[in-house]
């Protein structure tokens, strides 16, 4: 039986932090070391609520194709407490993610592993002529050590490619690129992840770059608190 995969547009990948009336803390998990610390902690918060409202969560593992597409594959080694709750109004709900001590000491932490930590809200059961919006969380899970901001960049076929080089991922928060004038020539402020030992496509919609050598990359990530400035090279 083929294993059930899930892959879609890295737009779709952004935690929202607060959705009608419930809100989620913090909104990316990270567990460094999983033999020392096995789990973490997220919690929703119900605010300024008058209803209850029906939860699930399901764990993903993730990952990136050589294209740069996100995959998402169901997996049970990840321990969600509760899986299933009640979150009554004006209340929170804390949920706990983690790895038994077998799973933990499986895991190979020389490249970071990532997750997706998917909380639904359930279709309440009542009157079908009633429109309720329901509230959907989509957050990261990252397993291992946090490595210092390694990239590269090419273009190829129109594209520029960004290269992460680091054992773990980038969270890219903005991109331009410059000609030798320093005029932004391409620019993009749309987030996006950037998993261990992958890659990014950026289409310069039919931007011709005479000399890749002459630009100059300007990037925002999560590894740095100011923008970084780097040469683009062929």
Known sequence: MKKN????????????????????SPVQLFIDNPNKLKSTTLTLESVDETEKR?????????????????????????????????????????????????????????????????????TPVG?????????????????????NLKVNFEVKNGHLILNNLANSHVQVTNLKLLDEQRKVIF???????VLAKHKIFYDLKNINLTDPKKYSVVLETNNSKKAVEMKLFN
């Open 5 to 24: 995969l899930l892959i879609f547009m890295t737009s779709l990948l952004f935690a929202i932090k607060a959705f009608a009336g419930v809100s989620v």
């Open 54 to 122: 029906v939860f699930e969560v399901k764990v993903f593992k993730w990952t990136q194709t050589e294209q740069g597409e996100n995959v998402l594959e169901p997996d049970n080694n990840i321990i969600i407490n509760p899986k299933n709750f009640i979150l009554q109004p004006n209340k929170k709900q804390a949920i706990r993610v983690g790895f038994t001590p077998s799973v933990a000491q499986g895991l190979n932490t020389a490249e970071e592993q990532a997750w997706r930590i998917i909380i639904d809200e359930i």
């Open 127 to 147: 009157n079908q002529m009633m429109v309720k919006f329901l509230v959907n969380f989509n957050l990261p899970l990252f397993v291992g050590k946090q490595d």
């Open 187 to 193: 620019s993009n402020d749309t987030m996006a992840y």
